[in-house]
C-alpha cells in the first residue's frame, strides 16, 4: 500500500487522462432491451429454435392485440361496429404493420360448387344483418375466445408488426402511432402483445435510469452530509464515486455494450460499493487524527491497518459478482463483468483520491464539527453491543440457532415456478392488460411444437396427419389453449367445408385419396398461404401452434411430461418426431437453467471466498468462523422468501450471489482488525471489545448506505429489480447484525479456547 502513497500524485494524473479517453465512450453508450440477447447462443434449445424460426416464422411474437368496448350491452350494434372497423383499419394502414386480423373484416366460408363463398362473420351493413350475424354468432361461436371477447363487449383485433422491426426503435415508433390512434378514438379500449410489452419495458427502462442517478445522488449527497457536514466531506467522495461510473459506463460505450435490465443495477451498485471502501478509509484516517497523529501520520498508519481490509472486501465483492460468469445468459455474464471490473476501479480510484483529498484538507474542519460520524452516541452504542455479545451470548446462540432452524424448514416452501412475465407488478396496466386477455380471449403466451417425420413420410401423409391430431386432441382436453393451427387443422377444416360445415366431418379424413383432394381444394381456394406457414417447402416438418394463459413452469412442465407420456404411449413416433419450441418454451427454459447456473456461481464464490479467508488467517478453525456470519444472512433471507411465498426466479437467485460477495465485507473488515489486534498480544475478550469500538463505526455507516442503495431499487416497476434491491437489502442487514452480534461470540466461545 505504500506505492499508493508515495506516488499518489502521479496515480492522480493518470485518473484524470483515463477519465477524459473513458469518458469518451459514454457517448457510445446504448440502451437495449432485446429478450433473444438472454438467450445462450449455444443452447441446443436455441439452436433448435432458430432453425425453427427459419421455416415458420412465429407469428404471435409479432402481434398487437386490441380489444375495443362497445358502449351498449354487447358488440352487436352496427354504429359501433361500423366505428371499430374504420380503427382497426386505419392502424392496418400503418407503416411498418405486416398484416392484420380483425373481428370485423372476419370471413365466414362455405362452400360453393367446386369453389367456396365468402361473406363477412359480422355484418353490419344494416341493423337486420347485424341480427343475423347474433344468429350466426350462436350457432357457431369461433369467433368467441379469439375475436370477441366471451362476454361480447369487446371486439378485437391483431395488428402483426413487421418481423424486422422486432427489437428496434421502429417498433416503438410503431406502438406509440397505435396508441395515438386508440387514443383519439375516444373508446374505451385495451391494448397488449408482446411487442406492446417490450416499448413498456423500454420506456420504463429509460425513466428508471433517470430515476436511479437522482436517487442515488441523492442518497450519496445525503449520507455525506450526515456524516461529515463539510462540504469538501460531500465532493471529495462524491468525485470519486462519479469518476468510477464514469470509467465503468464509459469502457462499456468502447466495447459497444448497452445498458439492459439487468445492467441498469450497476449505477446505484457502483454508488454504494465505492461508499463503503471510502467510509472505511475516511473514518480509520480520522480516528488516527484524534489520537493526535499528523495527517501523513494518519494516513501511513489507516492504508498500514485497513488498506489490504479494504482491498479485500473490494476482491471478495468483485468475486460474488464475477461468479456470475458462470452462466450462460450473456446480459448476465456481462453484468458480473462490469459489475467485477467496476468494483475493481472504485477501488482503485477511492484509494487514489482519498490520500490525496485527505492530506490536502485539513483535518480539524471534520474533527470539529458536529458531524454524524463524530456522535458520542457511537461508543455507547458499540460499548452495548460487546456487553451483549460477552454476557448474552448463550441466549444470542440459542435465539439463532431456533431461527435457523425455522428459516431451513421455510426456505423450502419458496415456490420455483417462473413465469414468462415476472418482472411486471399485478397493478401494472401491463400486468391487467395481459390478465384480461387471459380471461377473455385465450392469453397471449405462445405454445409452439416443431413436428419431423421419419423414414419416406411427408407431412401430408393422412398417417401423419392423423398422429397430430391425436396430439391437437390431447392437448385440446387440457382447457389451455385456443383452436390450433397447424396441417392437420387445415385438412379439417377443409373437410367441415367441404362438406357443407357438417360438425362430423370436422376431423382429417379416412383415405390419403380424401386427402390428397382436401389439399387440392384448399389450394385451388387461395390457402396455399395459409398451408406454406405450417409446413417446410420440403414437406418434412411442420408446426402445431396455438396459445394460452401463463400459468407458470410448473404447470406447463407437467404438461409436458404428460405429453411426452401420451405420445409414446399412444401415437405411433416410427413415422415422426416432435419438439417443443417458441419463444414461450425457450424463455421458460431459459429461466430455469439460469436459476440452476446462478446457484452454481453462488457455490464457487463460497469456494474462492473461503479460500481467500484460509489463506488471510492461516487457520481452518478461523475459515468456518468466518464464513457462519455470511452463511446465516443467506439463510435468514431464503426463510423469509419462504414465509412471504416469494417465488425464486432470476431476481431473487441473483439477490444470494450479489449479497454474498458484499456482506462478507464487513466481517474481512472486522476480523482484519481482530487480526492486529491479536497480534499485539491481547487477549480474546479485549481484542473483540477493541474490533467492535474501532471497525463497528465504519461498519454500520457502510451498511446504512448499502442498505440505501438497494432501497433505491424499490422505486423500480420491474418486480425482478424491486426483489433484487429488497432482498439483498435485507440479506445486508441480516449480515451486518451477524457481524456485530455473532461473530464476536463466535470468535470468543471458539477462537479463545484455541489461544
Given at each position: 500500500m505504500n506505492i499508493l502513497l508515495r506516488y499518489r500524485k502521479l496515480l492522480l494524473i493518470l485518473i484524470l487522462l483515463l477519465t477524459l479517453v473513458l469518458g469518451a465512450g459514454l457517448s457510445r453508450l446504448k440502451i437495449n432491451f432485446s429478450f433473444e440477447s438472454f438467450y445462450p447462443k449455444a443452447d441446443p434449445e436455441f439452436l433448435y429454435y432458430s432453425d425453427f424460426q427459419e421455416l415458420f416464422s412465429e407469428e404471435q411474437n409479432y402481434a398487437v392485440?386490441?380489444?375495443?368496448?362497445?358502449?351498449?350491452?354487447?358488440?352487436?350494434?352496427?354504429?359501433?361496429?361500423?366505428?371499430?372497423?374504420?380503427?382497426?383499419?386505419?392502424?392496418?394502414?400503418?407503416?411498418?404493420?405486416?398484416?392484420?386480423?380483425?373481428?370485423?373484416?372476419?370471413?365466414?366460408?362455405?362452400?360453393?360448387?367446386?369453389?367456396?363463398?365468402?361473406?363477412?362473420?359480422?355484418?353490419?351493413?344494416?341493423?337486420?344483418?347485424?341480427?343475423?350475424?347474433?344468429?350466426?354468432?350462436?350457432r357457431d361461436s369461433s369467433l368467441v375466445g379469439?375475436?370477441?371477447?366471451?362476454?361480447?363487449?369487446?371486439?378485437?383485433?391483431?395488428?402483426?408488426?413487421?418481423?424486422?422491426?422486432?427489437?428496434?426503435?421502429?417498433?416503438?415508433?410503431?406502438?406509440?402511432?397505435?396508441?395515438?390512434?386508440?387514443e383519439a378514438s375516444g373508446t374505451e379500449y385495451i391494448i397488449s402483445g408482446i411487442p406492446y410489452i417490450r416499448t413498456g419495458y423500454v420506456k420504463k427502462l429509460q425513466s428508471e435510469l433517470a430515476i436511479f442517478v437522482s436517487l442515488a445522488t441523492l442518497l450519496i449527497f445525503s449520507v455525506l452530509f450526515f456524516t461529515y457536514r463539510h462540504i469538501w466531506g460531500i465532493l471529495v467522495p462524491f468525485i470519486a464515486i462519479n469518476v468510477s461510473l464514469v470509467w465503468i459506463l464509459g469502457l462499456m460505450g468502447w466495447l459497444g455494450k448497452s445498458i439492459n435490465l439487468i445492467s441498469e443495477m450497476l449505477i446505484p451498485i457502483m454508488f454504494v460499493v465505492g461508499m463503503s471502501d471510502i467510509i472505511h478509509l475516511a473514518t480509520r484516517y480520522l480516528f488516527e487524527i484524534k489520537l493526535?497523529?499528523?495527517?501523513?501520520?494518519?494516513?501511513?498508519?489507516?492504508?498500514?491497518?485497513?488498506?489490504?481490509?479494504?482491498?479485500?472486501?473490494?476482491?471478495t465483492t468483485a468475486i460474488g459478482f464475477a461468479s456470475l460468469l458462470v452462466s450462460n445468459v450473456p446480459p448476465i455474464r456481462e453484468f458480473g463483468l462490469f459489475a467485477a471490473i467496476g468494483v475493481m476501479f472504485t477501488w482503485f480510484i477511492s484509494v487514489v483520491i482519498?490520500?490525496?483529498?485527505?492530506?490536502?484538507?485539513?483535518?480539524?474542519?471534520?474533527?470539529?464539527?458536529?458531524?454524524?460520524?463524530?456522535?458520542?452516541?457511537?461508543?455507547?452504542?458499540?460499548?452495548?453491543?460487546?456487553?451483549?455479545?460477552?454476557?448474552?451470548?448463550?441466549?444470542?446462540?440459542?435465539?439463532?440457532?431456533?431461527?435457523?432452524?425455522?428459516?431451513?424448514?421455510?426456505?423450502?416452501?419458496?415456490?420455483?415456478?417462473?413465469?414468462?412475465?415476472?418482472?411486471?407488478?399485478?397493478?401494472?396496466?401491463?400486468?391487467?392488460?395481459?390478465?384480461?386477455?387471459?380471461?377473455?380471449?385465450?392469453?397471449?403466451?405462445?405454445?409452439?411444437?416443431?413436428?419431423?417425420?421419419?423414414?419416406?413420410?411427408?407431412?401430408?401423409?393422412?398417417?401423419?396427419?392423423?398422429?397430430?391430431?391425436?396430439?391437437?386432441?390431447?392437448?385440446?382436453s387440457k382447457s389451455y389453449f385456443s383452436p390450433f393451427f397447424s396441417p392437420a387443422t387445415i385438412v379439417q377444416q377443409a373437410n367441415y367445408f367441404y362438406h357443407n360445415s357438417s360438425a362430423r366431418y370436422n376431423r382429417v379424413p379416412d383415405t390419403q385419396e380424401e386427402t390428397d383432394d382436401l389439399l387440392a381444394f384448399t389450394f385451388i381456394n387461395g390457402g396455399g398461404q395459409l398451408f406454406d406457414r405450417v409446413v417446410s417447402a420440403d414437406t418434412l416438418s411442420a408446426r402445431i401452434s396455438a396459445r394460452g394463459p401463463d400459468l407458470g413452469s410448473d404447470v406447463f412442465y407437467a404438461l409436458y411430461s404428460d405429453l411426452d407420456s401420451f405420445v409414446n404411449t399412444t401415437c405411433d413416433t416410427t413415422i415422426f418426431s416432435y419438439r417443443l419450441t417458441g419463444h414461450a418454451y425457450l424463455t421458460e427454459h431459459n429461466l430455469e437453467h439460469l436459476r440452476t447456473s446462478l446457484m452454481g456461481g453462488l457455490g464457487i464464490a463460497f469456494v474462492v471466498i473461503g479460500v481467500i479467508m484460509g489463506l488471510l488467517f492461516r487457520s481452518w478453525k478461523m475459515l468456518i468462523i468466518s464464513m457462519i456470519p455470511n452463511i446465516v444472512p443467506l439463510i435468514l433471507t431464503g426463510g423469509v422468501m419462504g414465509l412471504f411465498g416469494?417465488?425464486?426466479?432470476?431476481?431473487?437467485?441473483?439477490?444470494?450471489?450479489?449479497?454474498?460477495?458484499?456482506?462478507?465485507?464487513?466481517?474481512?473488515?472486522?476480523?482484519?482488525?481482530?487480526?492486529?489486534?491479536?497480534?499485539?498480544?491481547?487477549?480474546?475478550?479485549?481484542?473483540?471489545?477493541?474490533?467492535?469500538?474501532?471497525?463497528?463505526?465504519?461498519?454500520?455507516?457502510?451498511?446504512?448506505?448499502?442498505?440505501?442503495g438497494f432501497m433505491i431499487l424499490l422505486t423500480s416497476n420491474f418486480g425482478g429489480t424491486f426483489n433484487t434491491g429488497l432482498f439483498t437489502g435485507l440479506t445486508i442487514l441480516f449480515a451486518l447484525l451477524a457481524d456485530v452480534v455473532l461473530l464476536p461470540i463466535l470468535l470468543r466461545r471458539f477462537w479463545g479456547k484455541e489461544q
Open positions: 392485440y386490441i380489444a375495443l368496448k362497445s358502449p351498449e350491452k354487447d358488440i352487436f350494434d352496427s354504429a359501433f361496429l361500423a366505428f371499430s372497423d374504420s380503427i382497426f383499419r386505419k392502424m392496418a394502414s400503418l407503416p411498418n404493420v405486416d398484416s392484420a386480423i380483425s373481428a370485423t373484416s372476419f370471413e365466414q366460408i362455405r362452400r360453393a360448387g367446386l369453389g367456396v363463398r365468402r361473406r363477412p362473420y359480422l355484418d353490419f351493413s344494416s341493423k337486420e344483418a347485424v341480427s343475423q350475424s347474433r344468429q350466426r354468432m350462436e379469439n375475436l370477441v371477447t366471451r362476454d361480447l363487449r369487446y371486439v378485437c383485433t391483431y395488428i402483426f408488426i413487421d418481423p424486422t422491426l422486432f427489437d428496434t426503435g421502429a417498433r416503438d415508433v410503431l406502438v406509440d402511432e397505435i396508441d395515438k390512434i386508440l493526535g497523529k499528523t495527517r501523513e501520520e494518519a494516513l501511513r498508519a489507516t492504508m498500514k491497518e485497513i488498506g489490504l481490509a479494504v482491498f479485500l472486501t473490494s476482491l482519498m490520500p490525496n483529498a485527505l492530506m490536502w484538507l485539513k483535518p480539524e474542519v471534520f474533527v470539529k464539527t458536529g458531524s454524524f460520524e463524530n456522535h458520542p452516541m457511537w461508543k455507547r452504542i458499540l460499548l452495548w453491543v460487546n456487553q451483549l455479545t460477552s454476557r448474552r451470548s448463550p441466549q444470542v446462540m440459542a435465539g439463532t440457532a431456533i431461527l435457523l432452524g425455522v428459516c431451513i424448514f421455510l426456505i423450502f416452501r419458496i415456490p420455483l415456478t417462473t413465469f414468462l412475465i415476472e418482472d411486471i407488478g399485478e397493478k401494472d396496466p401491463i400486468r391487467k392488460s395481459m390478465l384480461f386477455f387471459e380471461e377473455e380471449l385465450y392469453g397471449l403466451r405462445p405454445f409452439e411444437i416443431g413436428i419431423h417425420v421419419k423414414g419416406n413420410h411427408k407431412i401430408t401423409d393422412r398417417e401423419v396427419l392423423v398422429e397430430m391430431e391425436k396430439m391437437q386432441d390431447f392437448l385440446a416469494i417465488h425464486l426466479t432470476t431476481s431473487t437467485a441473483l439477490v444470494f450471489v450479489i449479497a454474498f460477495g458484499i456482506a462478507v465485507d464487513d466481517t474481512i473488515h472486522f476480523l482484519t482488525r481482530y487480526k492486529l489486534e491479536i497480534s499485539l498480544g491481547r487477549p480474546v475478550d479485549v481484542a473483540v471489545r477493541n474490533t467492535i469500538l474501532g471497525t463497528g463505526k465504519a461498519m454500520i455507516l457502510t451498511s446504512i448506505v448499502l442498505l440505501g
